[in-house]
C-alpha cells in the first residue's frame, strides 16, 4: 500500500513547558502519526524513531481515541524549553517503527550570515515503489534570525518536490536561546538507491556561533517479499577400489626371525656332599686292662 | 554399479533432525556459507538477517524417491510477517537448544536473488520437490 501524507499540522510557542499542536485533520484508525520536533521532544504514547543532532521524529499508529482527540502536547524536558513541531498523518503505513533509513549531518558552526550548505553523502535502498523523505533542521545561537530552504535528494531521479511544513524561529530558555527549526518532506514512487541529501540554512552575526543541525529520514512503503528455492540436488561421491579379478593370489611365506637378547646370569657352584662308604672292617673288642 | 542405498539416507538424515527442532533462519546477504566450518547455529548465528528470528519447520518429511534415486528433505512453506529485512538465502538447521551443538544442515539461495520485505511479509513457498535431495549415484 502506497504511502499518502494525508495532512500535517505545526505549532510553536517561547519559552514554555510545552507546545501543543493541533492534530492533523482526519485521522482515521491505523494512520501513522509523525512527530517533528528538536531537543528531547517527548508525546504521551508516542514512541521515537529517530533521534539526533537534538532533533527528533516521533511516531504512533492511531487509535480510536487519536481519532476523538483535538491536539497533541509536546514537551522538551524544561519549563521554558518549548518548543517547536511539526505534524504529518501518513496513511498506508502498517505497524512498528516506520524508519527505513536515517542520517545525521555534522553540526556545522558558525557566527557568519553566509549560508550553511548540507550536502551528505548518504546511501539507502528504496526497496518500496514509494518513499517518503523528511529533512529537520535547526539552528541555535543566542542571537539568530534565520530559514531553510533548497532542500534535496540524490538518487536516480531528479530531486521531487519538497513541501515545508514549519520554519520558525522560537526563543527558549537555554544558554543557545533562540533555535531556528524547520521539516520537510517529499513524496516520490522512485525506488532508485539515494546516494546524498542536503538543506542550506541562513543564519545571523552576533554574539556566540550559531549551530547549524540536520538529520534526514527515510519511510519506505511497506511490502511483502516472497522467493522460492531450487532444489539443492547432491550427488556422493563414490571412490573407485582397485581390485583384481581372475587371478589367484599366492603367499609367500613370511619368515620371521627371532631377535633373542643376550641374557646375563650368575651362577654358584654348590660343594657336593657325598656320603662315605662305610668301612667293612669287622672290629672285634678288646678287653680294657 | 556402485551406489549407497536409500534407505540408511533417509535414517542417516531423520537421525539428525531426530537431535532437536528443524528450523530456518534467513541469513544476510553478506553471509558466505563454508560447509567445512559452518558446522552448529553459533557458527552462523551472527550472520542471520537483521530483523528476521527463526522458524520452527512444519511438516518435515524426509522422503524416498525411488524414481530419481534420491532422498528429498521438504517442509510446509515458510513465512514471517511485519519484517523489514534484506536476505537471498536461508540456512535449516536443527536446534538442540544450546546453539553450540546445533547442526547446520544447508544453505539454500533464494531462486529471486535478493528479498526485502519492508513492514512486510516474508515467505518462501519451497519448491515442489523440498528444500534438497541427496542423490545415492
Given amino acids: 500500500m502506497a504511502l499518502v501524507v494525508e495532512s500535517t499540522s505545526q505549532a510553536s510557542v517561547d519559552n514554555s513547558a510545552s507546545v501543543t499542536v493541533t492534530k492533523p485533520t482526519g485521522v482515521e484508525v491505523g ?7 528538536h531537543g528531547s521532544a517527548t508525546c504521551t504514547g508516542f514512541s521515537t524513531a529517530y533521534s539526533a543532532n537534538s532533533l527528533i521524529v516521533l511516531y504512533r499508529i492511531a487509535d480510536s481515541t487519536d481519532v476523538s482527540a483535538s491536539n497533541y502536547s509536546i514537551s522538551h524536558g524544561g519549563s521554558t524549553l518549548s518548543g517547536a513541531a511539526a505534524m504529518l498523518r501518513v496513511s498506508g503505513w502498517v505497524a512498528g517503527n516506520p524508519v527505513y533509513g536515517s542520517d545525521s549531518a555534522p553540526t556545522v558552526s558558525q557566527d557568519l550570515s553566509d549560508p550553511v550548505v548540507f550536502s551528505e553523502t548518504f546511501t539507502s535502498a528504496r526497496p518500496s515503489d514509494n518513499s517518503l523523505m523528511i529533512i529537520l533542521a535547526s539552528i541555535s545561537s543566542d542571537s539568530v534570525s534565520g530559514s531553510f530552504s533548497s532542500y534535496t535528494v540524490t538518487s536516480g531521479e531528479s530531486n521531487p518536490a519538497w513541501t515545508e511544513i514549519i520554519d520558525v524561529q522560537i526563543d527558549t530558555n537555554t544558554s543557545a536561546s ?3 527549526f524547520a521539516a520537510a518532506y517529499a513524496l516520490t514512487t522512485n525506488n532508485s538507491d539515494i546516494s546524498a541529501w542536503g538543506v542550506t540554512g541562513v543564519g545571523g552575526t552576533g554574539g556566540a556561533a550559531d549551530f547549524f543541525r540536520a538529520n534526514f529520514v527515510v519511510i519506505n512503503a511497506p511490502q511483502s517479499a516472497q522467493g522460492t528455492n531450487a532444489l539443492l540436488s547432491v550427488s556422493p561421491t563414490l571412490f573407485a577400489p582397485t581390485g583384481s579379478a581372475g587371478a589367484i593370489g599366492t603367499n609367500a611365506l613370511l619368515e620371521v626371525s627371532p631377535t633373542i637378547p643376550t641374557q646375563s ?6 660343594t657336593q656332599w657325598t656320603s662315605a662308604t662305610k668301612n667293612t672292617t669287622t672290629w672285634t673288642k678288646t678287653n680294657k686292662s | 554399479m556402485s551406489t549407497l542405498h536409500l534407505k540408511s539416507l533417509e535414517i542417516a538424515l531423520d537421525a539428525v533432525l531426530a537431535l532437536g527442532t528443524p528450523k530456518l533462519s534467513f541469513m544476510a546477504t553478506t553471509f558466505t556459507p563454508n560447509a567445512g566450518t559452518d ?6 548465528s551472527a550472520e542471520v538477517a537483521s530483523g528476521t528470528t527463526a522458524v520452527t519447520l512444519a511438516s518435515v518429511a524426509t522422503t524416498i524417491d525411488t524414481g530419481n534415486a534420491r532422498v528429498e528433505f521438504d517442509t510446509a512453506d515458510v513465512s514471517l510477517s511485519t519484517i523489514t529485512a534484506t536476505t537471498n538465502k536461508y540456512c535449516i538447521w536443527v536446534d538442540t537448544g544450546v546453539a553450540a551443538t546445533s547442526p547446520v544442515i544447508a544453505t539454500i539461495d533464494f531462486a529471486e536473488g535478493t528479498l526485502g520485505p519492508v513492514a512486510g511479509t516474508l515467505a518462501i513457498t519451497v519448491n515442489a520437490e523440498g528444500h534438497f535431495a ?4
Fill in chain 1, 31 to 37: 494512520d501513522l502519526l509523525l512527530i517533528l520536533s
Fill in chain 1, 178 to 180: 533562540q533555535a531556528i
Fill in chain 1, 265 to 270: 646370569g650368575k651362577g654358584i657352584s654348590q
Fill in chain 2, 39 to 44: 558446522q552448529y547455529f553459533s557458527d552462523i
Fill in chain 2, 134 to 137: 541427496l542423490k545415492v549415484t
